[in-house]
């Protein structure tokens, strides 16, 4: 009888143990274990000065650990070169909008992702030229192919980032507050391409970095809230969007809503006797 063939198990994504950054006398990270499995989409939520900034820079590589061990697709920091693998995460990032060059064109923005720089210089090979504009069509912005940067919206720029990142043929693409600067109209928009892009054929792993829980839409399964540097919970999404945790992480009473799979925050105000 011939033995059935074992199920290969995919390595996570994302492994964290036991984090910790220091610098100096202030604790940036604090302890933070975390796990993010492949086919997860995960939210990590949390408050200005919570950590997230720190955690991204972490996880790019551009911020040191003091302790603790910590592996990328498949890779152990420490033992790999973080510079190469960068080349395999997809970041959007409004450090990198701000770079962009006003004449370079929505094509030419794109392409440049796969090489990791900024304002492209000479001609585009044509294989390049060809993965642009389909990834163009991809995120539904394939008319903007000749559009100078300096003439794009703010929601278009974003969509046009998220290309770029694409570019490289990313496992993992992180979102670092992506809808800042965005009116309602192109934020609602741009959350709704998201939606769509999450639910693709061998999408990548989404990490959307944000303190509004507005923007967390249905194909996000996994939310982690960040504190004072710590993890305050991880976990599934219905299980983790409580007002009662969401108090803490916000150091505020608050309400939370939930309607038809997106949420809406309110905040109770405080009262003060006059005198």
């Keep these: 009888m011939a033995a059935t063939p074992r199920k290969r198990i995919k390595p996570p994504v994302l492994e964290i143990s036991r984090l910790r950054i220091e610098r100096g006398t202030t604790t940036l990270i604090?302890?933070?274990?975390?796990?993010?499995?492949?086919?997860?989409?995960?939210?990590?939520?949390?408050?200005?000065?919570?950590g997230k900034t720190s955690l991204l820079s972490a996880l790019t590589g551009y911020l040191m650990?003091?302790?603790?061990?910590?592996?990328?697709?498949?890779?152990?920091?420490?033992?790999?070169?973080?510079?190469?693998?960068?080349?395999?995460?997809?970041?959007?990032?409004?450090?990198?909008?701000?770079?962009?060059?006003?004449?370079?064109?929505?094509l030419e923005a794109v392409v440049t992702g796969k090489y990791a720089m900024i304002d492209h210089w000479g001609a585009i090979e044509p294989a390049d030229r060809k993965q642009g504009l389909r990834i163009l069509r991809?995120?539904?912005?394939?008319?903007?192919?000749?559009?100078?940067?300096i003439y794009l919206s703010q929601g278009e720029r974003q969509r046009v980032m998220i290309?770029?990142?694409?570019?490289?043929?990313?496992?993992?693409?992180?979102?670092?507050?992506?809808?800042?600067?965005?009116d309602p109209a192109a934020r609602e928009h741009f959350l709704q391409f998201l939606q769509r892009l999450g639910k693709q054929r061998n999408a990548p792993t989404l990490m959307l970095v944000t303190?509004?829980?507005?923007?967390?839409?249905?194909?996000?399964s996994h939310v982690m809230i960040l504190k004072d540097g710590g993890v305050l919970a991880a976990g599934g999404k219905t299980e983790m969007l409580t007002s009662q945790l969401l108090?803490?992480?916000?150091?505020?009473?608050?309400?939370?809503?939930?309607?038809?799979?997106?949420?809406?925050?309110?905040?109770?105000?405080?009262?003060?006797?006059?005198?």
Aim: glycine share 8%.
């Design 65 to 106: 650990p003091t302790e603790g061990e910590m592996s990328l697709l498949g890779e152990r920091y420490g033992e790999s070169d973080w510079r190469e693998l960068r080349k395999r995460i997809g970041l959007v990032s409004s450090s990198i909008r701000q770079l962009m060059a006003e004449s370079e064109t929505a």
């Design 211 to 220: 303190h509004h829980v507005e923007e967390i839409m249905p194909v996000f």
């Design 30 to 50: 604090d302890d933070i274990s975390w796990r993010v499995a492949a086919g997860e989409h995960w939210v990590v939520l949390g408050s200005n000065g919570s």
């Design 138 to 149: 991809d995120i539904e912005c394939g008319y903007l192919a000749d559009r100078p940067w």
């Design 163 to 182: 290309g770029r990142a694409l570019m490289s043929r990313p496992k993992l693409l992180i979102l670092d507050e992506p809808c800042a600067g965005l």
């Design 247 to 275: 108090s803490k992480a916000f150091d505020s009473r608050v309400r939370l809503k939930q309607t038809a799979g997106r949420y809406a925050l309110t905040v109770t105000p405080t009262t003060k006797s006059v005198m």
